[in-house]
Every structure is written in C-alpha cells, then in structure tokens.
C-alpha cells in the first residue's frame, strides 16, 4: 500500500501513540525511519541511513539528556530527523521543544510546512508557535495614549501614520509588522508597539486585544517554540542568572535544538557583549523631547525644565560622538579597535544622570499610569546607555574587546561595542552545563575531521557527543570541480582582467544560472561594472547584491530567470536555497579567508599568538574551510541537480594549505584546466 503525506504521517504518530510508555523511545524512533517501517510505505520514499543515524542520535540525546553536536551533510532532510524525535519527546514527557534557527526561510519551512501537517494529524492536542521579539507587536494600550496625545507627540505627516495605524489594528489578527501590506514609519511605530517595561501582564494582560501578550500566552501553552539565535541569546540572560535555575534555558525544563549552528559563535559574542547605540540613544532622548518637531513626553508634561535639558543632552551626545569619531581612524573599514580606556574625555554620563533624576521625579507626580510607564522604560534606557558607556570608556569587561563602528546607510552614526574575545567558556556555563539537553547542527561544522573538535572548542562543547553524517547525494555524478590553474595570484594587478574573462567563460557554459561569489564588494561592484555591458550583449540578465533589491527578492527573482548572473557577496555564501536548474554554477572568486581587519577577528588572532598558537592555521584556514564549504554548498540541493562548481583562485593549487580546502569539498570529480 502506498501512502500520501498527511496519510503517512497519521500512520507514523498513530503507531507511536499506540506502543506503551514503557517501550524504548530510541527504538520507536529508529523503527519509524526504517527501511522497513512506516516510512518505506509512502509515495517516492528514499530510505536514507543517514537520516535515521541523525534522528536516533537526536531522539537518544533527549532521552539521555545530554548535548549532542551534529553535521548533517547537504540533503539528509536533519528538519524532520530532529523534529519528529523532539515533537514526540516534548509531548511524552511533557516538556517544551525550543527550535532556535539563524535564518527567516528556515523558520517559515519549519512553521508553514512542517509543524502544521503534525498539528492536523497528532491525535493529541499539540500547540506550536514561532517567537518573536515583542517590538513586533502593536500595543493597544500605548495606541490608545499615542492618540490622545497626538498633537504634542507627533507632527502632521506623523498623526497620519498613526491614523493609518489605528485603522489597521482594528482589522489585524496578529497585530505584528508582517500583517503590514507597507511598514509603518519606524518613529511611529516605535511609540506604539510592545516594550518591555509598558505592555506587562499587569497593565495588557486583561486585555483581550493586546497582540503580544496573546502571543506570550501561545508560548507558554506551546509544546514547541521556534525563534532566532538573536531572540534566544537576548533571552537566555548571563551566567549567574543560568546557574539559578533548575532546569531548561528559556523556560522550565525545556530543551533546545540549534539548526544553523555555524553562525552561534558570532551571534552569541554580539548578545553577550555590549553595545551603545549613538541612533539609540538620540532616539531614546526625542521620546523625551525633539527639538526639531517640538514634540515629546515633557511636552505632554509641560516640563520646560525637561525640555530645556533634553535639547541641551542631545547637543552634547552629538559633540561626544563627533570627539569619538574625531579620534578613531576608519582606513580599513567601518570598525576602528579601542586598545586604551579613556578614548575621550566621559561628557555623557554625568548630563544623562540629570536627567534620569528628573524622569524619576517626573514619575513620582505623573497621574497616568501609562505615562508614568513609558517615562519609567525610558529611565531604564537612559540608565543601561549610561553605565555601557562607563563600561566601554573604563574598558571594565576582562578579556574584551572593544571597537567603534560606524552604522546607518552612510556610516552617519556610530556605536560602541565590546565583546568577549573568546566566547568558549561563556558558552559551556550556558549552554553545556550538566542536566541540560542541546542538539546544534549544521550542514556545515566540520574543517576535515569527523571529531569537529574544531567547532567544538571554539563552542566550548568539547563534552558534548560529536557526529558528522555525510549527505546521501552522489557528487561524484552531479557535481564538478574546475580549477584554472593559470590565474594570477588574487592580490596581482592582472587578477581582476583574468577573472573576468573566467567568469565571461564559464557562465557561458552553463548559459547563466550562475552565482558569483565575492569575498568583498569592492571587488564584486568592480567585476560588475566590467561585465555589465558583456552580459547585456549576450543576453544575460545580471543581477547584483546591494543594489536596492533585499536577498529575498534577488533570490525569488533568480529562480524565475533561466538566463540569469547573480553577483552576491557575504549573506549569499550560505542559508539560499535554489534547488533545480535554476542554479547550475557557483564561482567561487577567491578563497574566503577573513580579512583580519574587524577588531573581533583580529583579536582572537592575537590572543592564539599570545597562547603560543599558530593563528593560521587555528582560526584563519578553519574558517575559510567553512565559509568555502558553504558557499560550494549553494550548488546541490536535492539528488537530481547538476552542476559544477569554478574556484577562481590558484592558491588552492599553489599554496601547501590548498589540499585543505579540497578535502574539505564533497567528493567528486575535480578538472584543473
């Protein structure tokens, strides 16, 4: 008999549902991705051993509770080997199953398509729901402030918005920003949407219309919540806070699976570390007061004292920002590294003070409890920017380091940062303590060694089980290798000349479907303006990153275009799917080695050398493996794609670490032409 999907699925759960508790959960697992059991039933099954390997590893580390990190190759379908195993775990022992995820299109594959056949077939009631930060939500309550007090918050164009707002929140079911047909104006929004210390359970609780304490009442009730590693660090709170509770991460007895896990490192160093926003904070200060508009809380207050202080505050943030950005040098990019405390004279910290003194006072006599609400988050605000700037100018966190970066489309506002240079033992208090449960998996984790001691160590999960799953795809059929081995070294002058008449070349083979990918977009904007002219004489359609389209639509719009160039830089190595013939050829432009130019990279280099390490060969060449894998990964993406892959860098042929990165590769045919 053969079976269709949901058919399937009903059969699998029923017979899972059905076995006494007492039977080996291991076991039902392993039956279930059999090449006997209820998956070899269905329409076009494909028993792949490689997935079953993940899914009994996953369901016994549950089990177990223990930690587990996992490379799941290219095609194992890891989605439904930790998924199934975690549903079936959460509900037996009635736990809750954290999905923690880098990517959008990986948690609208997993909320859109996955989860909702298990939630029409389980026969047990069984709730999932996709977390987001609260900022998404609309707040009635501040709504319903904001517009009493329109005229002195907002200007005409701004009353508007809000208009358009209220409008929209009488008809929303969500009431997040993705119910929006168009965003509204981030000002706006900003003063109606859900804070942290505003829309509680006390104040939004009752109400039956308030969209995000709705949605926190659906994830505490969820069996299974899926968020980003952004939202799940930001909530997860510091190491002393961990180590008080008994069990779980984010909520009791709860465990979490990390898909995507090659891009932790670096998001968790973001989120444990500091940051002062200078556009943060001249935003936090004009809910106050905005000079320009002449609007504001101590307008609605009739504090001229405020007023007066406020404008004087943000003269003074705008001086002490121009001092910061007077005394770093930006040669080699947007960050300049802070090595000394004391880059400029503290003027900031004593004026925000004051006027944290008065927002204090200004809550003591404030009769709206909603006012009082939005003056007190303000407060909190004002108090966390003051004691990050101490922290940043004092140099006070060991074993950080601190840079300035310059953000905003034209770099016009700057943000100071600090972050733990190794992040390893942070993340084992975390993350790999004792009577915790975590899964981390990736496609890619591994820099040729099956241990993935390399990914471990810099996780600090050197306890946790490692195991490395190849993919069940045949590259040897459908996939190859070219490498020119007469291109000129990178940094040669006649490199760029070279490589396009390389790229002219081998997208011709392929008649377009091709990704170019660039390690800088320097280079990628150069080669673009060289071949534009080149592509549009031979019918090609190219299409460059960072040219006003986001990644999404560039991608959506690729995989309609059967004679398309895309030029894409970092965001484009990995997390894009185009399965098909749509993408036929990845050219790689150059090995993806870190340019040691960002503070954070440049001081884990220093703190190997300080340890007596070979930083190259410890973080440099391991990291460009990884990038390397991912980007030739963009290729094969289900057993019947075809295509080959072009490394336009001869180092790899030339240089003693070049038979690193080819090992590193999928094994299949490689041409040196």
């Not at 609007?295 to 910061?324: C, E, M, Q, W, Y």
């Not at 160590?457 to 190859?480: H, N, V």
């Not at 990279?601 to 973080?619: H, P, T, V, W």
Request: proline share 4%; net charge negative; with cysteine.
């Amino acid at each position: 008999m053969r079976y269709n999907a949901p058919q399937l699925l009903s059969t699998i759960i029923s017979q899972l549902s059905t076995l006494p508790q007492g039977s080996d959960f291991v076991a039902r697992v392993e039956e279930c991705f059999s090449p006997t059991g209820v998956l070899s039933k269905a329409h076009k099954f494909e028993y792949r051993a490689e997935q079953q390997q993940m899914a009994v590893a996953v369901a016994r580390a549950l089990e177990e509770e223990r930690h587990l990190v996992v490379e799941a190759g290219t095609g194992v379908g890891k989605s439904l080997a930790y998924l199934v195993p975690s549903v079936m775990h959460a509900l037996e022992r009635k736990r809750k199953a954290v999905i923690s995820t880098c990517t959008i299109n990986l948690q609208e594959q997993l909320m859109y398509k996955d989860i909702p056949i298990l939630q029409k077939i389980l026969p047990v009631e069984f709730e999932a729901t996709l977390w987001k930060g609260r900022q998404n939500y609309l707040c009635p309550v501040r709504l319903e402030r904001a517009l009493v007090s329109a005229s002195e918050l907002f200007t005409t164009p701004e009353q508007a918005e809000l208009e358009r707002i209220r409008e929209w929140s009488a008809t929303t079911k969500e009431g997040s920003l993705s119910d929006f047909a168009v965003e509204p104006d981030p000002q706006v929004w900003s003063q109606v949407c859900s804070e942290h210390h505003i829309c509680t359970n006390r104040t939004c609780g009752q109400n039956t219309r308030c969209f995000y304490q709705n949605a926190r009442k659906r994830l505490l009730s969820a069996d299974l919540v899926v968020m980003n590693h952004t939202l799940f660090f930001m909530n997860l709170g510091g190491v002393e806070e961990q180590a008080e509770r008994d069990s779980g991460y984010l909520f009791a007895n709860d465990f979490v699976i990390f898909d995507e896990a090659h891009t932790l490192e670096g998001i968790a160093a973001r989120q444990i570390g500091l940051g002062v926003s200078q556009y943060g904070l001249r935003y936090v200060l004009q809910r106050l007061y905005n000079p320009r508009t002449k609007k504001g809380l101590f307008t609605v207050l009739r504090d001229a004292n405020g007023v007066r202080l406020v404008s004087d505050l943000l003269d003074r943030s705008d001086t002490f920002f121009t001092s910061v950005e007077n005394s770093c040098r930006f040669e080699r990019g947007r960050e300049f590294r802070v090595r000394e405390p004391d880059l400029v004279e503290d003027s900031l910290t004593p004026p925000l003070a004051e006027v944290q003194t008065l927002i204090v006072n200004a809550v003591r006599t404030a009769e709206d409890e909603s006012l009082r609400a939005e003056l007190q988050d303000i407060g909190r605000r004002l108090r966390d920017a003051r004691h990050g700037l101490g922290a940043f100018l004092s140099q006070s966190e060991s074993e950080h380091v601190y840079w300035v970066e310059k953000t905003g489309r034209s770099g016009q506002f700057l943000t100071l940062n600090a972050a733990p240079v190794d992040i390893a033992a942070c993340l084992e208090e975390l993350i790999f303590r004792g009577g915790r449960c975590s899964v981390m998996t990736s496609a890619t984790l591994s820099v040729g060694a099956p241990e993935l001691d390399y990914f471990r160590e810099r996780m600090g999960a050197m306890e946790a089980e490692a195991l490395q799953i190849g993919s069940p795809f045949d590259y040897a059929t459908q996939m190859k290798i070219y490498v020119p081995k007469k291109m000129p070294d990178p940094r040669d002058a006649a490199y760029e000349e070279a490589l396009e008449t390389q790229i002219a070349h081998y997208v011709e083979e392929t008649k377009g479907r091709a990704f170019v990918l660039f390690t800088s977009y320097r280079l990628m904007e150069s080669m673009a303006g060289r071949m534009e002219k080149h592509f549009a004489q031979e019918g090609y359609n190219l299409m460059v990153q960072g040219k006003g389209k986001p990644r999404h639509r560039l991608v959506e719009e690729f995989k309609q275009d059967d004679r398309c160039v895309l030029f894409g830089t970092d965001s484009f190595w990995s997390g894009v799917d185009v399965p098909g013939e749509a993408l036929s050829n990845v050219i790689i432009t150059r090995l993806p080695f870190a340019v040691p130019d960002h503070p954070l990279i440049e001081a884990k280099l220093e703190l190997i050398k300080s340890r007596g390490g070979d930083a190259f060969q410890e973080y440099s060449l391991p990291e460009a493996i990884l990038k390397l894998r991912q980007g030739v990964g963009r290729l094969i993406r289900t057993r019947s794609d075809r295509g080959i892959v072009v490394i336009l860098d001869n180092r790899i042929l030339s240089k003693f670490y070049g038979k690193a990165f080819l090992r590193a590769l999928p094994s299949c045919p490689v041409e040196i032409v």
